[in-house]
């Protein structure tokens, strides 16, 4: 198994361009996470998914911020436009959520690689 | 606000020492989680525990959960080098995690 794949593992873009990071999570899962890592903040998570379905996007930081999850084995999280301090790796992360959607996710986590962005 | 906090925020401790690590949360669970994040990477599963477990064992690793004090440890025993990374506690429902520990094993 691939895991999930991320791209681009690394993104240098200037202030006010639109930024578009990818996410295939692992075959069969169907719980998707995206989160944002940075030295001041920590690991914060920004949005999950269970079935396609966004469940929590309370962590979105702005409205600049969107993702999407077209169907079960693609994400993306959009930034636009973007700010210098959207600088952070984001992560993404699957697993197989077994229960009710919205429920406790008894699932270990699987990570991506992480996509680096930074913004001048 | 952050649900798991871990502490201490920096550990740094010689090879072959135990490492204890301390996690603590605010609101009832059914579970929580142990990762590990290498410099630049992603996260990586250490173990679970269910609210219902007291410890838990895997390898080198010791979890306890005490839910009367909502606090959870990582105990790694006869550290590696390679043990060097940061550490994480995450709880299930609210998904939010700590800042995590910075275990520092020196040679």
């Given at each position: 198994?691939?895991?999930?794949i991320?791209?681009?593992?690394?993104?240098?873009?200037?202030?006010?361009?639109?930024?578009?990071?990818?996410?295939?999570?692992?075959?069969?899962?169907?719980?998707?996470?995206?989160?944002r890592?940075?030295?001041?903040?920590?690991?914060?998570?920004?949005?999950?998914?269970?079935?396609?379905?966004?469940?929590?996007?309370?962590?979105?930081?702005?409205?600049r911020?969107?993702?999407?999850?077209?169907?079960?084995?693609?994400?993306?999280?959009?930034?636009?436009?973007?700010?210098?301090?959207?600088?952070?790796?984001?992560?993404?992360?699957?697993?197989?959520?077994?229960?009710?959607?919205?429920?406790?996710?008894?699932?270990?986590?699987?990570f991506?690689?992480?996509?680096?962005?930074?913004?001048? | 606000?952050?649900?798991?906090?871990?502490?201490?925020?920096?550990?740094?401790?010689?090879?072959?020492?135990?490492?204890?690590?301390?996690?603590s949360?605010?609101?009832?669970?059914?579970?929580?989680?142990?990762?590990?994040?290498?410099?630049?990477?992603?996260?990586v599963?250490?173990?679970?525990?269910?609210?219902?477990?007291?410890?838990?064992?895997?390898?080198?690793?010791?979890?306890?959960?005490?839910?009367?004090?909502?606090?959870?440890?990582?105990?790694?025993?006869?550290?590696?080098?390679?043990?060097t990374?940061?550490?994480?506690?995450?709880?299930?429902?609210?998904?939010?995690?700590?800042?995590?520990?910075?275990?520092?094993?020196?040679?």
């Open positions: 198994d691939a895991g999930v991320q791209s681009p593992r690394h993104e240098v873009t200037e202030m006010g361009q639109e930024v578009t990071l990818r996410c295939k999570p692992i075959s069969g899962h169907n719980s998707l996470f995206w989160y890592q940075t030295m001041m903040r920590g690991l914060e998570l920004l949005i999950y998914f269970n079935n396609n379905v966004p469940i929590d996007d309370s962590g979105m930081p702005e409205d911020f969107s993702a999407k999850m077209p169907n079960a084995s693609f994400s993306t999280l959009k930034i636009q436009p973007s700010e210098p301090r959207d600088s952070a790796v984001y992560f993404c992360a699957s697993s197989l959520q077994e229960g009710l959607a919205g429920g406790p996710n008894t699932d270990t986590q699987y991506g690689p992480g996509t680096r962005l930074t913004v001048l | 606000s952050q649900q798991g906090e871990e502490d201490p925020q920096a550990l740094s401790i010689q090879e072959g020492e135990n490492a204890t690590m301390n996690c949360y605010k609101t009832s669970i059914n579970n929580l989680q142990w990762y590990r994040q290498n410099s630049g990477r992603g996260l599963h250490l173990i679970l525990i269910r609210s219902n477990e007291r410890e838990k064992h895997s390898g080198r690793l010791r979890v306890t959960l005490d839910t009367s004090k909502k606090s959870s440890s990582l105990l790694i025993t006869a550290s590696r080098a390679a043990d990374a940061s550490y994480f506690c995450a709880t299930d429902y609210q998904l939010i995690w700590g800042a995590g520990t910075k275990l520092i094993i020196k040679p």
